[in-house]
């Protein structure tokens, strides 16, 4: 089974940047789909991009032009670049496989925007 460990949130002020990163086992992640989700408080998790196995990437409406996915296959990792950060941005941020989760997900790791 595989398994996720994202790292890297924090507290950020608004127009600041955070890199995420998601370590997960297995010698088969470079074919799959990764994406990245976000939490907020109250609210359903929501899918803000992917990176398919050969790079292709797409992004929310609200993340375009602010956040990059990539990966490194050979660390078995995928990241995620936020830059210009917003008060909306704040959430717990996940990674999971795309369109199909895996079975179990990381504990997520929290981001939160605020002066």
């Known amino acids: 089974q595989v398994q996720l460990v994202e790292s890297g949130g924090g507290l950020a ?25 976000r939490q907020a408080p109250g609210k359903q998790r929501d899918l803000v991009a992917t990176i398919t196995r050969g790079d292709t990437t797409n992004y929310a409406d609200s993340v375009k032009g602010r956040f990059t996915i990539s990966r490194d296959n050979a660390k078995n990792t995928v990241y995620l670049q936020m830059n210009n950060l917003e008060p909306e941005d704040t959430a717990v941020y996940y990674c999971n496989r795309v369109p199909s989760p895996f079975g179990s997900w990381g504990q997520g790791t929290q981001v939160t925007v605020s002066s």
């Open 13 to 37: 002020q608004p127009g600041g940047s955070l890199r995420l990163s998601c370590a997960a086992s297995g010698s088969i992640f470079r074919i799959y789909t990764m994406g990245w989700f």
